[in-house]
């Protein structure tokens, strides 16, 4: 038996080939990113409270989408999400739309690290023959400090406070330890550290305790 095709079926077989054809030009296209917030420049990871910034490396790229918390100038993006989960944002490129989905999580608190050591305890004895700070992640999976170096801190023991510029002891610093007892406590604050490679600074405002042994 012959079927013949009526003006409604052509009318769904056209528009179900317009759709094919998007979805599968979609799903080739893609979009040049640099993280430059993140160490990782391949990154699709967000930052909630950091302005995340993107910077758009791609000939075809036209404009983007409105969307909340996302704002564009010329070919970089800077966006500051407000919960974790996923963010999609679309590219406008001369090829079609791109879109493009981060993960989006809470910042990793830093621990604070003397010559690598995160104990509470730190023997006087080695501090005085060497002693610097040093950023970890208290989540050893996030790579968001990875490349950050330790340019300023504040330390505090037995009533004196010292600000310190580097990420060495000062000699004063060095002065008060070898002055300290044993069950002293060194409280470092006010961490500055820099990425060089990204040029983003970052700072914890919280205490980190140390007791001398």
């Known amino acids: 038996m012959l079927h013949h095709k009526t003006p409604f079926m052509s009318k769904v ?11 599968t030009a979609s799903i080739a296209q893609s979009i040049n990113l640099i993280n430059k917030t993140a160490s990782d420049k391949n990154s699709r990871i967000l930052y909630i409270g950091l302005d995340n910034n993107l910077e758009i490396k791609d000939d075809t790229f036209k404009g983007i989408e409105p969307r909340d918390g996302v704002v564009l100038e010329q070919n970089n993006l800077v966006i500051r999400p407000a919960r974790p989960g ?10 079609g739309k791109v ?12 621990v604070i690290t003397i010559n690598g050591q995160t104990n509470k305890g730190v023997n006087k004895e080695l501090l005085l023959r060497e002693a ?3 950023l970890k992640p208290a989540n050893n999976n996030d790579t968001l400090f990875d490349g950050y170096k330790v340019v300023s801190f ?10 310190i510029t580097g990420k060495d002891f000062s000699n004063d610093l060095l002065t008060a330890i070898r002055n300290a007892q044993k069950g002293d406590v060194l409280t470092i604050s006010s961490v500055k550290a820099f990425n060089e490679a990204i ?7 919280r205490n980190y305790p140390f007791e001398l042994e």
Request: aromatic fraction near 10%; hydrophobic fraction near 45%; proline fraction near 4%.
């Open 13 to 23: 077989i056209f528009l179900s080939l317009v759709i094919l054809f998007t979805t």
């Open 86 to 95: 996923k963010l999609t944002i679309t590219f406008l490129t001369t090829e």
């Open 99 to 110: 879109p493009v989905t981060f993960d989006v999580k809470p910042v990793s608190d830093a």
């Open 132 to 134: 610097q700070l040093s």
């Open 154 to 163: 504040t330390a505090q023991l037995n009533g004196k406070t010292l600000e």
């Open 199 to 205: 040029g983003m600074t970052v700072k914890f405002n």
